[in-house]
């Protein structure tokens, strides 16, 4: 009603004191009688008072948290091979494993494994999330996963994107990506299941 303290606490018949507690304590209870003195005011108190009133009422609407960007990484796997693609930038040719943007709310082992179908027309399954870090040439929270071919054979069905995709050993691994870029558990991964 956009009243003081003393003018709402004078309309409605009762101490100021009383009206100051109200405010120090928002979820106090009333006493019946007290409601219907309060109930009473608003019901005389007019449409756009009702509106504002209503608006103090609605709960906050939820807060929209910035997130990182984040990728999911695929490791797949098919016998002693392990898959990789050469992307295009910065004028440099770059192997690393298939990935792709997670879009807020998607899991990203699931865009892992879409992702590396739409690059490669490789199909393969997750095995286990091997961790997640900040890269550290791009800056975005990578999430990696070890995955295990199904079907399908290597195909570069992204040329705006990259230049090849292939099956390398993974003995000749580093050739293709130098070891201080490999996130370590990844290389850990690819020892115990050579």
């Known amino acids: 009603m956009r009243m003081t303290n003393e003018a709402f606490a004078e309309r409605l018949g009762i101490s100021p004191r009383t009206v100051s507690r109200w405010h120090s ?29 209503a608006l103090l009422l609605r709960p906050p609407a939820p807060r929209m948290e910035a997130q990182a960007l984040r990728v999911a990484i695929a490791v797949v796997l098919r016998g002693e091979d392990v898959l990789l693609v050469c992307r295009r930038g910065d004028g440099e040719l770059r192997w690393q494993f298939p990935a792709g943007m997670v879009k807020p709310g998607a899991d990203p082992a699931t865009v892992a494994v879409q992702e590396t179908h739409g690059e490669t027309g490789v199909h393969c399954t997750v095995r286990e999330q091997l961790g997640e870090r900040v890269h550290p040439v791009t800056g975005v929270v990578a999430s990696y996963f070890l995955a295990d071919h199904l079907a399908g054979d290597a195909a570069n069905l992204d040329p705006l994107e990259n230049i090849d995709v292939a099956f390398v050993p993974r003995a000749a691994l580093t050739r293709f990506i130098p070891t201080a870029q490999i996130f370590p558990p990844v290389l850990t991964a690819l020892e115990a299941t050579a």
Do not use: C, K, N
């Open 25 to 53: 304590s928002p979820g106090m209870v009333h006493r019946t009688e007290v409601q219907q003195i309060l109930d009473t005011a608003y019901d005389q108190s007019g449409e756009a008072v009702q509106r504002r009133f």
